[in-house]
């Protein structure tokens, strides 16, 4: 988490409005919205990745799917793309990822995304942001969701975006 990260400010269909704020300033326009983007990467066993987030992080030993806020000038899909590839070392293209949907959340619009990839990618952790992964059914995702172990702000996301997930996972 760079202090210089710049998020484009949107309105509450994802358009940029023009403006920029800084990760960590105060003063988020009220009424307007950051795009943060996550992807859950399905590999050819059909299990799924999780990360479980860094100690010195917000939310610290929780697991969740790769996240992260998109930056200025990147659509959503760049943003998970290369919020992925940071956190985890998997690298897929914007266009191969498929959106699951999107929830509004007070300051954020969240999207989530889904992704195939063939075998069981090596991974390649950032010590900054990830403290340990783990390849496990979606079955055992949504349990942990449901008993605590994901940061807190996926159990709203999960409620609303599980089952078309599921239904990616399965297919």
Known sequence: MADDEL??????????????????????????????????????????LMTERAA?????????????????????AEGAARELAEEAGVRVDADEL??????????????????????????????????DSAWVTFAEAMRRCDAGEMAGPWVPRLAQLGERLAAFVAA
């Open 7 to 48: 998020w484009d400010v949107t309105d509450a269909a994802g358009v940029p409005t023009g403006r920029t704020h800084r990760r960590g300033d105060p003063g988020f326009p009220v009424g307007l919205f950051h795009v943060v983007a996550s992807v859950c990467v399905v590999r050819g066993d059909g299990l799924v």
């Open 56 to 76: 010195a992080k917000d939310w610290p030993l929780c697991w969740e799917f790769p996240a992260g806020s998109a930056l200025t000038g990147e659509t959503s």
């Open 98 to 131: 498929t959106l699951v949907g999107r929830v509004r959340e007070r300051t954020a619009l969240f999207d989530l995304y889904a992704v195939r990839v063939p075998g069981a990618p090596q991974l390649t952790l950032d010590p900054e942001e990830v403290r």
